[in-house]
Structures are given as C-alpha cells and as structure tokens.
Nanobody
Framework: QVQLVESGGGLVQAGDSLRLSCSLSGRTSSDYAMGWFRQAPGKEREIVAAIPWSGSNTYYKDSVEGRFTIFREDAKSMVYLHMTSLKPDDTAVYYC??????????????????WGQGTQVTVSS
C-alpha cells in the first residue's frame, strides 16, 4: 500500500517562496507519476502540477506556470513543489498524489489512486 506524507506548508507573505515535500512509502516511487493538487475554501480541488515517472514533460496549471516547479528524487522517494512569487490566491490545502498513469492527473484526476493528507499553505497580502 502506497502512503504519501506532505510537509513544508505554512504561513508566508505575498512574494515569498515555499517548498513543499512529499514522501512516498510502501512502493518504489519511480513506478508512479506524481503530482500536486490544491483545494481552497469553497472551491473544488484542482491540479497544480504533475510529473511522470521519467521526470520529463511536466504539467502545470496556467496560473502557476513560471512560478512553481515540480521535481522528484526517486532515490529518496520524494517529490517536491517549489513555489515562488506566492500570491494570496495560492492559499489552499495542497495535496500530494501518486498514480501509475500520468494522464490521469490531467484527464481523469478522480481516478488517481493515492493521496496524501494535505498541508496548508496560507499567503497573506
């Protein structure tokens, strides 16, 4: 059974940077595409970024492209989301996810197999 644990959330000011980390245990992380979703109060969960097992052809939500970077270290079974130039609109609970099929992150997120518990990111203006 795959388990995902996020860390790194917190309260920051607009313009600050923050790095979220996600550790995968139970299986080999290189077998999975990984990604980050977020859910703001009163809104639906949305994809932020995804990275296939190969590490290439990453995907970003339009509003974060150029500001956020997703990368993985399979030797450590870790995936990260480095966030810069944070805005109040980035405030949300951020969830790490894993699935064998990269395209599920983009086309069928409701089918993604494994989820973390989430970490809160709050950006003050």
């Amino acid at each position: 059974q795959v388990q995902l644990v996020e860390s790194g959330g917190g309260l920051v000011q607009a313009g600050d940077s923050l790095r979220l980390s996600c550790s995968l245990s139970g299986r080999t992380s290189s077998d999975y595409a990984m990604g980050w979703f977020r859910q703001a109060p009163g809104k639906e969960r949305e994809i932020v970024a995804a990275i296939p097992w190969s590490g290439s052809n990453t995907y970003y939500k339009d509003s974060v492209e150029g500001r956020f970077t997703i990368f993985r270290e399979d030797a450590k079974s870790m995936v990260y989301l480095h966030m810069t130039s944070l805005k109040p609109d980035d405030t949300a609970v951020y969830y790490c996810a894993a699935d064998p099929d990269y395209w599920n992150f983009i086309r069928r997120p409701e089918t993604i197999r494994y989820w973390g518990q989430g970490t809160q990111v709050t950006v003050s203006s």
